[in-house]
């Protein structure tokens, strides 16, 4: 399989990093949640060239994760603004961070400290259920096959065919 | 900037991504939080070449997400197991799927579901605050610096120099 192909697996982790998975797309990502909005300060920020700049803000724009907004008129000129779609990755960008500050701090504490406005206070997100609030840990959390992939274990089933485990399924399911 | 000297940045996402920011290393970890353990086996669902992923498990064995742990003697052989900065990635996969599930699925429903076993229900990830139990949203958090950033905008004071915004004093307080 090729990687320009991960959107076809029955996959939501695989279909999500087809949009996100490129080097630089997050950190892009992380300046836009920082309030960069324009090319040039991107560029600046980020230090890498403004091909590759623009192929990845062209594919989150095309992704409908960015929107391109004018800012000036003559000549036009645009900056990138996060979607609902782009706001919605907000807990990946969170959960990365707070990853990187508890494993990879280098013994000097985290770079970046965040204020939950709501409660006042300094704040470390958690994962919870949405049912019982509780905090979701791995071996707490069992995932069950959705409507496409029950559906692709009836055809199989139905031709006498082995059901392979859950990570072989998602990816020949969509072969 | 070059990509492999990301993790110079004073920024834990940054961090995290020079750990895991490679094409098919969170496609890894998803197989492993599946129970995926053996090459052979990670091969066959991934469809990469071999140099490939022994190229990947072995970055994250050196950088402590995975461990090779024999499972057989004449030959010895090995099997990866996450470790407990591995399992630590579980929400950085779940909130992925999630965005995946909402934005990516074609319509079809999400491909995986997941049952919480502490109350039996159908869960959804949510982020929330440790402090107050609320979802965490963009607009309600606030970035601040923490103590090696403090010290680099000290200096830069000192030094009487313009103070940058976050995205570049991150990437700055790194050289």
Not at 91 to 115: C, K, N, R, S
Not at 132 to 143: D, Y
Request: contains cysteine; neutral net charge; proline residues 6%.
């Amino acid at each position: 399989m090729k990687w320009d192909e991960i959107d076809q697996q029955v996959c939501s982790v695989a279909r999500a990093l087809s949009v996100v998975g490129e080097r630089w797309t997050l950190l892009i990502l992380r300046d836009a949640f920082m309030g960069t909005r324009r090319f040039d300060k991107f560029q600046h920020n980020l230090g890498i060239t403004r091909h590759r700049l623009s192929e990845r803000l062209g594919k989150l724009v095309e992704q409908g994760v960015l929107t391109k907004v004018p800012y000036h008129d003559r000549p036009v000129r645009y900056e990138y603004r996060l979607t609902r779609k782009g706001l919605a990755l907000y807990p990946v960008l969170m959960t990365l961070a707070q990853w990187g500050d508890e494993w990879m701090d280098g013994g000097e504490g985290a770079p970046i400290e965040y204020v939950h406005q709501s409660c006042g206070k300094r704040t470390q997100p958690v994962l919870t259920c949405s049912e019982c609030n509780e905090p979701l840990k791995p071996e707490n959390v069992s995932p069950q096959m959705g409507p496409v992939l029950k559906h692709y274990v009836a055809q199989l089933e139905g031709r006498g065919e082995a059901i392979p485990d859950m990570p072989a399924l998602m990816r020949s399911a969509g072969e």
